[in-house]
């Protein structure tokens, strides 16, 4: 009888392990480790610095910025910085290849490929975590 209420309440207390490890792993979501070497500057390559390069580059020759180094990107633009590290809501960047600048983000997407998803969500995520040079 001693036996059989142990093994019941070791069942009882395994299943609930479970069930909360099953539970809490569904609720958060392991982000990825986003590199720019690996991820972000491909992207830069494929999509920017073709405008975003000095002396000739359309977009530096506008705004100034250029992306052709993270050492470059960091210092920003003739208006400023163009990433706020631990902040995509606010980093111009993020705001841009979202569409959320607007009259800005639309001329650009006539003009150039858009971002894909994924890349998009790169980006944020690099950002967020801190827009490391790794």
């Given at each position: 009888?001693l036996?059989k209420?142990i093994m019941k309440?070791?069942?009882?207390?395994?299943?609930s392990?479970?069930?909360?490890?099953?539970l809490s792993?569904?609720g958060?979501?392991?982000?990825p480790?986003?590199s720019?070497?690996r991820d972000?500057h491909?992207i830069?390559?494929?999509?920017?610095?073709?405008?975003?390069?000095?002396p000739?580059g359309?977009g530096?020759?506008?705004?100034?910025l250029?992306m052709?180094s993270?050492?470059?990107?960091?210092?920003?633009s003739i208006?400023?910085?163009v990433?706020?590290?631990?902040n995509s809501?606010k980093s111009a960047?993020?705001?841009?290849?979202?569409?959320?600048a607007?009259?800005?983000s639309?001329?650009l997407?006539i003009?150039?490929?858009?971002?894909?998803?994924?890349?998009?969500?790169?980006l944020?995520?690099?950002v967020g975590q801190g827009?490391l040079?790794?």
């Amino acid at each position: 009888m001693l036996l059989k209420r142990i093994m019941k309440q070791s069942l009882s207390l395994t299943f609930s392990l479970a069930l909360l490890t099953c539970l809490s792993l569904a609720g958060c979501a392991i982000e990825p480790r986003i590199s720019y070497q690996r991820d972000v500057h491909p992207i830069f390559e494929e999509k920017c610095t073709g405008c975003h390069t000095p002396p000739y580059g359309e977009g530096y020759r506008q705004t100034g910025l250029d992306m052709g180094s993270y050492e470059t990107l960091v210092q920003g633009s003739i208006y400023g910085p163009v990433i706020v590290p631990g902040n995509s809501r606010k980093s111009a960047l993020n705001i841009l290849v979202e569409g959320r600048a607007g009259d800005l983000s639309r001329a650009l997407e006539i003009k150039h490929k858009p971002m894909t998803d994924r890349e998009i969500e790169v980006l944020r995520l690099w950002v967020g975590q801190g827009a490391l040079n790794n």
